[in-house]
């Protein structure tokens, strides 16, 4: 939003040359004519109406603006100070003012800062920590039906800036916080220009946003419950991942998601339907569909144990879930379960994904699911045992999760004191799964709004700490090399490549940590 804080700027200085509480029309074109030179020039002609919001006066202008929307509504805030239970706060009068043009019919649309606390991140501590200051008013936003999301993690959304009906821009230095509303004097303006407008609607359009971050918990459809018995039996999962069983892997998984719980461990199959969710060839016919089924069907059943089918020709069969070891009916784990999220099946990652992606997959989410911030720590020896898997499988695995952006692997250093033989459990966090339709569509994005070589270059450079599907950390790249120049992020990138693969250093904090201290090395 660079150019928005620039048009604030502009704006703010024209609003402080004027009278308080004066109405003042501007025009390029008419200035142009004073000065003898064609109003026809690089400067587009905008007739626009400014009125000065600074101090007091932004509280009561917004409100009214906001209840006299017609037909949109786009706001960007940096910070909003919400406490739904302050009824009578201005804070509230405004956020309710959102939620009642949206109940009128109004299209309202709300970008968000993350917050994220830079500060702690340039002082060392090289973690990107949310303050959430924001998720209070993201929550009631989103149980009340309004379109809101939260920005890219990696750049702040300093705008404080409102749009509505495509004329009206409300922009200044006010948050809505009980300081900026009531004490603070905030420099601020209302501008009436359809034109320019226009041109703030195609900045907003330009902020990215994290879609993932953006959906709540409960707007998401329940996981799906693995027992861990499944993985961990020598007998079961890792025989499959032994003989490359994919069909049998996958359409177990499939048949617990379809299962709804009833006393009978009872699964309707529809070779149809399984056959589009498990990837096959829409081309297929029906009986080359059952055909691809029948096959691991059967051998869930007589190789596995997982499964008892029972046939009623003409109809496609049902199948009844098996417990294991006891062989009875399947009933929902209530212990010693991982839960698997939808967006599994729903981004089609049970097609995109190897069996051995799959598999770490699972054992990450055994581990680290139900972990406060998804985050645990383990030796790849620990895994292999725990899951009966070799150290190589857990390893590759892991690491194109890494590559994926499905996960961050946090490598312990080697302990100087073992003679580098030993090294302390890594630690591993596991991050949503996020739709690769959108991934593309924010790629495309990037690629016309900064240009292929730009975005290309940030691609090229996010791959090397194994972030070249993570959109933010592309962008920031981008971002990085405006503010340090293309050379020093070259070096700062070339400095990490060497290193091995699961050494610490092979991350994206470690270049920015490269970056700072060059830079303050050089304004010494």
Not at 208 to 220: P, Q, V
Not at 404 to 428: G, M, Q, W
Request: proline share 4%; net charge positive.
């Amino acid at each position: 939003m660079k150019q928005i804080c620039l048009k604030t700027a502009l704006f703010i200085i024209l609003v402080s040359a004027v009278l308080t509480g004066t109405r003042i029309f501007y025009s390029y074109a008419e200035t142009a004519k004073t000065q003898g030179q064609s109003p026809t020039g690089t400067v587009p002609a905008l007739q626009v109406s400014v009125e000065d919001l600074s101090g007091e006066k932004y509280f009561p202008k917004v409100k009214e603006s906001l209840s006299k929307a017609k037909s949109s509504i786009y706001m960007a805030m940096y910070f909003v100070n919400f406490n739904p239970k302050l009824k009578n706060s201005p804070v509230n009068e405004l956020v309710e003012e959102l939620i009642s043009a949206h109940k009128r019919g109004v299209k309202v649309k709300v970008i968000l800062d993350q917050n994220i606390d830079f500060g702690a991140l340039e002082e060392g501590s090289g973690r990107w920590e949310r303050e959430a200051k924001n998720d209070s008013l993201f929550l009631y936003l989103k149980k009340n039906g309004l379109e809101v999301y939260y920005d890219n993690l990696f750049m702040i959304t300093h705008s404080k800036v409102i749009i509505i009906d495509e004329e009206t821009v409300i922009l200044g230095s006010a948050n809505w916080t009980m300081s900026s509303l009531k004490r603070n004097w905030e420099a601020s303006c209302l501008i009436k220009s359809k034109a320019l407008a226009k041109q703030f609607l195609e900045d907003y359009s330009k902020i990215t946003i994290d879609y993932e971050a953006s959906i709540l918990d409960e707007e998401r459809n329940p996981p799906v419950r693995m027992a861990e018995g499944f993985l961990k039996s020598p007998s079961l999962a890792p025989r499959m991942l032994k003989y490359n069983d994919e069909g049998a892997f996958n359409l177990y998984l499939l048949l617990l998601r379809r299962f709804d719980g009833n006393a009978e461990g009872k699964v309707e199959v529809d070779y149809g339907v399984f056959s589009r969710e498990l990837g096959y060839d829409a081309k297929l016919s029906y009986v080359s569909a059952r055909d691809k089924i029948m096959r691991p069907l059967m051998r869930l059943e007589k190789k596995y144990k997982l499964i008892r089918r029972i046939s009623r020709s003409p109809k496609s069969p049902y199948v009844i879930l098996l417990d294991y070891p006891n062989k009875k009916p399947y009933i929902l784990p209530q212990d010693n379960y991982c839960s698997i999220p939808d967006e599994y099946w729903k981004y089609g990652w049970n097609k995109k994904l190897s069996l051995r992606e799959s598999y770490c997959y699972l054992i990450c989410r055994c581990k680290g699911g139900a972990v406060r911030g998804n985050v645990w720590s383990s030796h790849i020896i620990g895994l292999s045992k725990d899951f009966n898997v070799s150290r190589d499988t857990i390893r590759r695995g892991m690491q194109a999760l890494r590559g994926l952006n499905i996960i961050e692997i946090d490598y312990a250093p080697y302990l100087p004191e073992e003679n580098f033989r030993r090294r302390d459990a890594s630690l591993f966090k596991l991050l949503r799964l996020y739709s690769p339709e959108i991934l593309d569509k924010e790629k495309k994005r990037l690629r016309e709004l900064y240009g292929k070589r730009r975005f290309e270059e940030a691609e090229r450079y996010a791959k090397v700490v194994f972030k070249g599907n993570d959109i933010q950390v592309i962008e920031d790249i981008i971002k990085k090399i405006d503010e340090y120049g293309a050379g020093s992020v070259d070096e700062a990138f070339k400095v990490v490549s060497i290193k091995s693969i699961d050494n610490p250093k092979r991350s994206y904090k470690y270049v920015i940590g490269v970056l700072q201290t060059k830079a303050r090395e050089a304004d010494k």
